[in-house]
C-alpha cells in the first residue's frame, strides 16, 4: 500500500511529465516523459485517475507507444477503485478525437461496459459513446450495431446486447435529426446495419426497429414504391414466407400473423399484400381449426384489414377460401353452437372487398349472376343451388343477430340500472367494461346486417368503400344503444390491441359474450414455445429470437 508521501510524489512527478509535454514544441521527442505517465498506471489510486486523464491528452504524438499506452488506459478501466474506472472512461474518447482508426475499438469497449453497475459510471460510458458518435456517427454505429449481429459469435454476451439495443432505443434514435448527417446517406447506412441486426430478434425488437425505419425520411410518405417495397420485404422476411408452414409451430403463427398486422399499413400505403395473401391462402386456412383461437381472431382482422387493398387476382384466388369459412361460422341451420359474430364481421367485410375487386368469382361460389362478359362468368352452368344454401346461411345468422341484439340491448339497460346502484368503484368498473363489450357487441352485430342485406339480391353490389367500419375500429362516444343503431366506445385504432371476440351461444342470452384483449408477440409476449432452430433459441414472441430477414 502507497503511503501519503509516496503518492505525493507520484502525483508531482506526473505533473511535471504533463507541464514539460504541454510546453514542448515538438511533443514527441518527450518519449520518457509520456513513458512516465504510462507507469503511472501501476502506482497509487490518486496517481492512476491523474495518469488517466494524461495519457488520452498526449496519445496521438506517440504512435510508437500507441498499444502500450492503450493497453495501460484499458487497465484502468479494469480498476477496482470506482473513481479510476470513470476518469478512465471519460478518457477514451479522447483516442479517437484525431486518431479516427481507433474508433471501432473504443466504441468496442464502450459497448462492453454498457453492462456497469454503478450509475456514475455508466453515465460515464452513456456520454463517452454520445462523444464519440458526434465525432464519426458512421464508423460508432456500425461499431456499435456489431454488438447485436454477431449472434453467432459464441462469446457473444447477451447482456451486452440487450444493452446496446436499449443504448440505441433511447440515445440514438431520440437524436437521428442531429446524428444522421448527411440525412440521406447516413439514414440508408443505419437501414442497411438495422437489416442485417433481424437475422435473430425478438417480437419487440423487431417492432422497435421498424418503427425506427418508418421515421426515418427516406421511407416517409414521398418515398417512392421501391423503398415501401424494400419495408414490406423485411416484414416478408421476418415473417418467414418461404417456409413450410407447420401448425405445431407456434413461433412462426405468432412472427406470421403480427408481421401481417404490422405490414398493413404499407398494404394502405400501395405495397403488395401478394405474398402475405397467397401464403395464408396455401398453408394457413387449410388448417384454419388448428391454430390457437387468440390467432384465429387475429388473422380474420388482418385479412379483413387487407381485403381493401388486394388486387382482383389475388382476390379471385383467396375468395373460395374465405367463403368456406363464412359457411363455417355462418350454419344452414340452428344446430344449438356457438356463433362467433366477431368472426362473422371480419369474413363478411373481407368477402365484400374482395369480391368487389372479382364479382363474378362468385358466381362459382355463391350461386350469384354477375355479368362481365369474361369466360369466368360461368353463366352457362347451373348454380341455383348454391344461391339458395348462401342466402340460407345468411337469413339464419341475421335472424341470431337480430336475437342478440334484442337481448344486449336489454343488457344495456340493466348495465345502466346496475352502474346507478353501484356502490363501490370496483362495482363501477366491473359495469362499465360491461357496458363496453355490449356497445361492442352490438357495432358488430350492425355490421353484420349492413353486410348481409346486400347479398340476397342474385347480382349483389359489393361494398367496396368504407361505408362499413370495422367494429374494432371505430371509435365513437358511447351511450345507450337502440335496436336500430349500435353505438360504439372509444377504443384504440390499431390493430395491436385486440378486440371484443364477440360469441353466442344460439338461442340462449347475451352472457356469452367474452373481452378477449390479445396480448401480441408485437409486445415481446410468446404464446407458446420456441421455434426449433433459429439462431440461438430466441423466439418471436419471448425471449428468444427467430430467424427473420435474411
Known amino acids: ?47 492512476k485517475q491523474l495518469a488517466a486523464q ?43 478525437k484525431d486518431t479516427k482508426e481507433y474508433i471501432s475499438k473504443i466504441v468496442d469497449i464502450l459497448g462492453q461496459l454498457l453492462t456497469a453497475e454503478e450509475i456514475v459510471e455508466r453515465d460515464a460510458v452513456h456520454k463517452a459513446l454520445m462523444s464519440v458518435l458526434r465525432q464519426d456517427v458512421k464508423e460508432s454505429l456500425t461499431a456499435l450495431f456489431k454488438h447485436i449481429w454477431n449472434v453467432e459469435d459464441p462469446s457473444q454476451d447477451d447482456t451486452i446486447r440487450d444493452k446496446v439495443l436499449c443504448f440505441i432505443r433511447d440515445k440514438v434514435f431520440p437524436l437521428k435529426a442531429e446524428l444522421l448527417r448527411p440525412q440521406e446517406e447516413m439514414e440508408r447506412h443505419i437501414t442497411d446495419l438495422i437489416k442485417k441486426s ?15 425505419l418508418k421515421s426515418l425520411s ?32 407456434a413461433d412462426h403463427i405468432d412472427r406470421l400473423i403480427s408481421c401481417l398486422l404490422m ?49 382482383p387476382q389475388d382476390s379471385r384466388q383467396i375468395l373460395p377460401s374465405v367463403v368456406q369459412l363464412l359457411k363455417k361460422y355462418m350454419p344452414r341451420r340452428k344446430t344449438g353452437e356457438e356463433t362467433n359474430f366477431t368472426y362473422v364481421e371480419c369474413l363478411l367485410f373481407s368477402f365484400h372487398h374482395l369480391a368487389h375487386k372479382a364479382p363474378n368469382a362468385t358466381n362459382s361460389l355463391c350461386g350469384y349472376k354477375i355479368v362481365t362478359g369474361q369466360p369466368s362468368d360461368r353463366l352457362g352452368e347451373d348454380f341455383s343451388e ?24 336489454q343488457g344495456m339497460a340493466e348495465h345502466n340500472k346496475a352502474m ?50 370495422l367494429s ?64 440461438r433459441g430466441r423466439g418471436w414472441g419471448g425471449r428468444g429470437r427467430g430467424r427473420g430477414y435474411r
Not at 202 to 209: H, I, P, Q, S, V
Not at 224 to 249: M, W
Not at 433 to 453: E, H, V
Open 1 to 47: 500500500m502507497t503511503d501519503a508521501s509516496e503518492e505525493a510524489k507520484q502525483i508531482e512527478k506526473l505533473y511535471e511529465f504533463g507541464e514539460r509535454l504541454n510546453e514542448a514544441k515538438d511533443k514527441s521527442q518527450n518519449v520518457k516523459d509520456y513513458e512516465g505517465i504510462i507507469d503511472a498506471t501501476k502506482t497509487s489510486i490518486k496517481a
Open 54 to 96: 494524461l495519457i488520452p491528452r498526449f496519445f496521438k504524438f506517440f504512435p510508437n507507444l500507441s498499444s502500450r499506452a492503450l493497453n495501460a488506459h484499458f487497465d484502468l478501466i479494469e480498476e477496482e477503485d470506482l473513481a479510476v474506472r470513470v476518469q478512465a472512461i471519460r478518457g477514451l474518447p479522447l483516442f479517437c
Open 198 to 212: 433481424l437475422g435473430d430478434v425478438t417480437g419487440a425488437e423487431f417492432r422497435m426497429f421498424m418503427d425506427f
Open 218 to 249: 427516406i421511407f416517409g410518405e414521398k418515398a417512392p414504391p421501391e423503398r415501401l417495397k424494400e419495408l414490406i420485404g423485411i416484414i416478408e422476411g421476418q415473417a418467414d414466407l418461404d417456409a413450410q408452414f407447420d401448425v405445431s409451430d
Open 263 to 311: 405490414a398493413i399499413p404499407f398494404f394502405v400505403r400501395g405495397a403488395s399484400g401478394s405474398k402475405f395473401l397467397n401464403y395464408i391462402n396455401k398453408h394457413i386456412i387449410p388448417v384454419f381449426d388448428k391454430l390457437p383461437e387468440e390467432r384465429k381472431l387475429d388473422l380474420l382482422k388482418g385479412l379483413a384489414e387487407i381485403s381493401p387493398y388486394t388486387t
Open 386 to 409: 348454391y344461391y339458395k344454401e348462401f342466402t340460407e346461411r345468411l337469413s339464419s345468422i341475421e335472424d341470431l343477430t337480430r336475437a342478440t341484439m334484442k337481448k344486449l340491448t
Open 420 to 469: 346507478a346502484a353501484a356502490k363501490s368503484d370496483e362495482a363501477k368498473e366491473s359495469i362499465k367494461t360491461q357496458k363496453q363489450n355490449t356497445t361492442t357487441g352490438l357495432r358488430t352485430c350492425n355490421n353484420i346486417l349492413a353486410m348481409t342485406k346486400p347479398l340476397h339480391s342474385k347480382t349483389p353490389a359489393f361494398i367496396g368503400d368504407k361505408s362499413v367500419n
Open 472 to 535: 374494432w375500429k371505430e371509435a365513437v362516444k358511447p351511450s345507450v344503444p337502440s335496436s336500430a343503431t349500435g353505438t360504439g366506445v372509444k377504443r384504440p385504432s390499431t390493430a395491436a390491441n385486440g378486440s371484443n371476440n364477440f360469441a353466442t351461444k344460439k338461442g340462449r342470452g347475451a352472457g356469452g359474450m367474452q373481452n378477449q384483449l390479445v396480448n401480441r408477440a408485437l409486445e415481446g409476449i410468446s404464446y407458446g414455445g420456441r421455434g426449433g432452430g433459429r439462431g
